[in-house]
């Protein structure tokens, strides 16, 4: 991983972890529409066979997650260039 995509990841992620839950929640809605995070819920269930809601929840946040981080990152460059 190159040196300016790791300092823009950890930029993002420590963004993250400065936000209040209200605040995750509007970056979420400002990207994805609820069907939109429902694909991703129903994408684990399919492929990876996971039924309980609890685990549902935590993985499509790390896939919502990965995904804002990947729109961050392309944000960026297309401003840099």
Do not use: R
Request: proline content about 0%; aromatic content about 8%; glycine content about 4%.
């Amino acid at each position: 991983m190159s040196s300016e995509k790791q300092q823009i990841l950890t930029s993002f992620f420590q963004s993250l972890e400065k936000m209040e839950s209200e605040d995750m929640m509007a970056m979420v809605e400002k990207h994805l529409k609820d069907e939109d995070v429902e694909l991703f819920v129903q994408h684990i269930e399919t492929f990876y066979g996971i039924t309980d809601d609890e685990e549902l929840g935590m993985l499509a946040q790390l896939m919502v997650t990965g995904y804002l981080a990947a729109k961050h990152e392309e944000s960026l460059k297309s401003t840099l260039n």
